[in-house]
């Protein structure tokens, strides 16, 4: 069984910061491709960000490129999402998953999801 568990979300104003966590279980975080996720009310869900088995590769979104920063803890299988600089636009529940594709468009297991609304 895989299980992926976020946390870290919560009500920020803009410009300010959070960061996210990912514990996973039954698949290590070193051996697979992982990721978050973002939905936004009446929106599509969107690839954030992406790194890939071995770290050799990582994605961001456009809309998030220099403003947020994904990693890993191999020993504690949890992946983070940094978020800095944020605006009511990053507004949307994030999720993590894995293993991901290349393209940062899809995930086989799923988290529940975490809230991150972002207003004054």
């Known amino acids: 069984q895989v299980y992926l568990v976020e946390s870290g979300g919560g009500l920020v104003q803009p410009g300010g910061s959070l960061k996210l966590s990912c514990a996973v279980s039954?698949?290590?975080?070193?051996?697979?491709?992982i990721g978050w996720f973002r939905q936004a009310p009446g929106e599509e869900r969107e690839g954030v960000s992406c790194?890939?088995?071995?770290?050799?590769?990582?994605y961001y979104g456009d809309a998030v490129k220099g403003r947020f920063t994904i990693t890993k803890d191999d020993a504690k299988n949890t992946v983070y999402l940094e978020m800095n600089n944020l605006q009511p636009e990053d507004t949307a529940v994030y999720y993590c998953a894995a293993p991901v594709t290349q393209q940062c468009d899809y995930g086989e297991y799923w988290g529940q999801g975490t809230q991150v609304t972002v207003s004054s």
């Open positions: 790194i890939s088995r071995g770290d050799e590769d990582i």
């Open positions: 039954g698949i290590s975080v070193d051996y697979v491709a």
